[in-house]
Nanobody
Framework: QVQLEESGGGLVQAGGSLRLSCAVS????????MAWLRQAPGKEREVVAA????????YYAESVKGRFTISKDTVRNMVYLQMNSLKPEDTAVYFC????????????WGQGTQVTVSS
């Protein structure tokens, strides 16, 4: 079992930056893939960035490559999403999520945090 709680959303102007934080609790975290997903009104939920809890590769959606960075603090059990050069199309509810490595679907979700980018 994993529990997730996001924070750090808000309103920012285009070109600005925000950092989202996700507090992670649970056991055997090395088994998990951590991700940030987002859902904009009228659109499907999409994976923005993902990373294994232990050392390993990362994934970024094409739309955020070079602008967003996922990182982890394995001592404090935190996952972060640094978002730079924000665009109005980044406006969405952002979710921290986790799944066991090898699983298709994300099983554990935070409550979500709203990010609004004004033009």
């Amino acid at each position: 079992q994993v529990q997730l709680e996001e924070s750090g959303g808000g309103l920012v102007q285009a070109g600005g930056s925000l950092r989202l934080s996700c507090a992670v609790s649970g056991s055997t975290l090395s088994m998990y893939v951590m991700a940030w997903l987002r859902q904009a009104p009228g659109k499907e939920r999409e994976v923005v960035a993902a990373s294994t809890w232990s050392a390993g590769g990362t994934y970024y959606a094409e739309s955020v490559k070079g602008r967003f960075t996922i990182s982890k603090d394995t001592v404090r059990n935190m996952v972060y999403l640094q978002m730079n050069s924000l665009k109005p199309e980044d406006t969405a509810v952002y979710f921290c999520a986790a799944k066991v490595r090898g699983n298709k679907d994300y099983n554990y979700w935070g409550q979500g945090t709203q990010v609004t980018v004004s033009s």
